[in-house]
């Protein structure tokens, strides 16, 4: 089988190798700092030893489970903790395969680029759906789309890269679609933190047995580099997903996971809140900068992505590059995201410099 290596690779060891200062607005990673629940679970957990040091129960730690289904509301059963977001969406996409109702996975257009990967991984097929311009979409489209040959339909809400946001009506027609479909829904949330619209909506707000909600705290304690994720199962799904779980990863991190568990005890709402309004900050002035650059561009609901188009310069790779070189700036072409916007430059905006990469993006534009 064969895998293609992610741009996103390519872009960051390009921009790491640059002859000049190159601001990153490649990966989300975010800047703002995480809260001292973290770093103070972390200082608590270095003195346990012991036991404490041994593998976690492989379904992650049970007070963490225990918080994290008190706050979705769902039994703690059917909570897996995960390698960060990416595992458990490879957990529920592969439980979508094993039930054998179909194989072909809907996905949108543009994608965040892991969920072909994982398909590819899968042995599974890809049919995509091609979002509004705004980056909506329209369940009408995906149930054009679905059949008896669809596994699962995966959605990303807020979503990456476009910013939307899927309301109440739409989130509740995907659940809809995948039930009449004997299909799985995948719902990926792990911006919900960052909804800037008040339209968010969970899967879990539907009860039903054809979905798995994902999510992650890497983005809203910012903690990438923790690997903590989960994902919801329905009860009659979540054991073959902790197997698999298991054999792939045996068990997850113990400090990242009771550090996890200390941070969302003790973090107040004003945390979230005020990365919240920083992040709406820097979109209004890096938008601004791109109105001087005479540039199209979406201005996100939620996440933390805004995707442009510049005259007479398309998203590719090679274009990316020239940024990178001309004008020290690194987004990701828009071509890694799939074809409908494959003249559109991605950028992240989890950067302090923020202001300073539009203002340089406007004087090239400005100069072409």
Do not use: C
């Given at each position: 089988m064969n895998y293609d290596t992610p741009l996103f690779f390519h872009v960051m060891s390009y921009a790491t190798?640059?002859?000049?200062?190159?601001?990153?607005?490649?990966?989300?990673?975010?800047?703002?700092?995480?809260?001292?629940g973290i770093a103070e679970g972390l200082h608590e957990y270095a003195d346990l030893g012991g036991a404490d040091f041994q593998y976690p129960p492989s379904e992650g730690l049970f007070e963490l489970r225990e918080e994290i289904a008190a706050r979705r509301d769902v039994d703690v059963?059917?909570?897996?903790?995960?390698?960060?977001?990416?595992?458990?969406?490879?957990?529920?996409?592969?439980r979508a395969m094993e039930r054998e109702a179909g194989d072909e996975f809907i996905l949108t257009d543009p994608v965040y680029p892991y969920y072909p990967g994982k398909?590819?991984?899968?042995?599974?097929?890809q049919r995509?759906?091609?979002?509004?311009?705004?980056?909506?979409?329209?369940?009408?489209?995906?149930?054009?789309?679905?059949?008896?040959?669809?596994?699962?339909?995966?959605?990303?809400?807020?979503?990456?890269?476009?910013?939307a946001v899927y309301d109440e009506e739409s989130m509740r027609e995907f659940v809809e679609i995948a039930e009449e479909y004997d299909a799985?829904?995948?719902?990926?949330?792990?911006?919900?933190?960052?909804?800037?619209?008040?339209?968010?909506?969970?899967?879990?707000?539907?009860?039903s047995d054809h979905r798995v909600v994902t999510n992650s705290f890497s983005k809203s304690l910012a903690i990438t580099g923790f690997r903590v994720g989960y994902a919801i199962f329905p009860?009659?799904?979540?054991?073959?997903?902790?197997?698999r779980h298991m054999l792939t990863n045996v068990a997850g991190s113990r400090p990242s996971q009771y550090a996890v568990l200390h941070a969302l005890r003790e973090t107040t709402r004003e945390y979230y809140e005020e990365n919240r309004g920083l992040l709406e900050s820097r979109i209004e002035t890096f938008?601004?900068?791109?109105?001087?650059?005479?540039?199209?561009?979406?201005?996100?609901?939620?996440?933390?992505?805004?995707?442009?188009?510049?005259?007479?310069?398309?998203?590719?790779?090679?274009?990316?590059?020239?940024?990178?070189?001309?004008?020290g700036v690194a987004g990701m072409p828009g071509e890694a995201f799939g074809s409908?916007?494959?003249?559109?430059?991605?950028?992240?905006?989890?950067?302090?410099?923020?202001?300073?990469?539009?203002?340089?993006?406007?004087?090239?534009?400005?100069?072409?």
């Open positions: 190798d640059a002859d000049r200062d190159v601001i990153d607005m490649v990966s989300g990673n975010p800047d703002w700092g995480s809260p001292p059963s059917q909570v897996v903790v995960t390698a960060g977001g990416g595992e458990a969406n490879y957990l529920a996409m592969a398909t590819t991984m899968l042995d599974a097929k995509f759906v091609a979002t509004a311009e705004d980056g909506t979409l329209d369940p009408d489209d995906v149930r054009e789309a679905a059949s008896e040959d669809t596994a699962g339909i995966v959605v990303n809400s807020p979503n990456n890269p476009t910013g799985l829904l995948v719902s990926d949330e792990v911006y919900d933190h960052f909804d800037f619209s008040g339209k968010f909506t969970s899967a879990l707000t539907f009860d009860p009659d799904l979540v054991d073959v997903a902790k197997t938008t601004d900068a791109l109105d001087a650059a005479g540039a199209d561009y979406t201005t996100p609901d939620g996440a933390f992505y805004v995707m442009a188009r510049f005259p007479d310069f398309p998203g590719t790779l090679s274009n990316v590059e020239k940024l990178i070189d001309e004008a409908s916007r494959d003249d559109w430059v991605r950028f992240a905006l989890v950067t302090p410099r923020a202001e300073e990469a539009a203002e340089r993006l406007a004087d090239y534009f400005s100069d072409r």
